[in-house]
């Protein structure tokens, strides 16, 4: 008696979870760019900088329409990303408002405020993301 073929059940969570968790990890890293840059406030002749999160978005979405995310490395000693390049192309130097006679690009104000709108992103996509996960073990309950 031939054995029937069990359908695939399984559960991809790169299709459940879509570009928000590669979202949450930009924010992560933008969060240490910004940091960085704070610390660095009185450092002469030190350039700020910032990931643009538009670029990096829209260069994944096309990635996704074309294919899987591919992540590439320009040292063999960095830390592999996990979905997104971020490569010097995502990461750019802030134009000041107003020159600093030490040649410091740094706004502190400017810094913190950024620094603090994408805490509250960052936390927005941790909250997103809680909810993917609670549903899916819901999914998986039964519930």
């Known amino acids: 008696m031939p054995l029937a073929k069990v359908p695939d059940m399984s559960i991809s969570f790169e299709k459940a979870l879509g570009i928000h968790q590669q979202a ?3 924010r992560a890293q933008r969060g240490e760019v910004l940091a960085n840059n704070i610390a660095n406030a009185d450092t002469p002749n030190y350039k700020a900088r910032d990931l643009d999160f538009a670029s990096v978005l829209a260069q994944q979405s096309e990635k996704a329409a074309h294919g899987s995310f591919q992540a590439t490395r320009t040292n063999e000693m960095h830390i592999a990303a996990e979905g997104f390049d971020m490569g010097d192309a995502s990461l750019k130097y802030r134009i000041p408002f107003q020159a600093a006679i030490d040649e410091n690009t740094v706004d502190a104000q400017l810094e913190q405020s950024n620094y603090t709108e994408n805490a509250m992103q960052f ?3 941790f909250t997103f993301l809680n909810s993917k996960f609670k549903g899916l073990i819901g999914a998986l309950r039964g519930e």
């Open 123 to 125: 936390q927005a996509s």
């Open 24 to 26: 949450l990890s930009f």
